[in-house]
């Protein structure tokens, strides 16, 4: 009888610890699916601001907008000054 009652608590003790194992294990699953759309989630908008960044950063998008908002010009030939450096060893 003794031993019944022993067998019988360790069978529902066995029973609640698979439960509860399959409880979390579910629950990680679920958890490890979120973050794992999350990353996706991330990853895509790293991609799309990489893209952003490099069609931001096009040397003709530069070149206009230096021209339209800071109303930059390329300089002709008489708004430019050359300035010869001594030989290498030339006595100044």
């Known amino acids: 009888m003794k031993l019944g009652l022993i067998l019988f608590v360790l069978l529902i003790t066995s029973a609640i610890s698979l439960v509860t194992a399959r409880h979390d294990t579910r629950k990680l ?19 799309r ?6 069609t931001l950063a096009t040397p003709s998008r530069i070149e206009r907008l230096a021209i339209k908002k800071l109303g930059m010009k390329y300089p002709n030939s008489k708004d430019t000054i050359l300035l010869y450096s001594p030989p290498v060893g030339a006595k100044q």
Do not use: D, F, G, P
């Not at 699953?29 to 991609?47: C, G, S, Y």
């Not at 601001?49 to 490099?54: H, I, M, Q, R």
């Open 49 to 54: 601001l990489v893209t952003e960044k490099s």
């Open 29 to 47: 699953v679920t958890e490890l699916e979120v973050e794992r759309n999350k990353e996706l989630q991330i990853r895509k908008e790293h991609a």
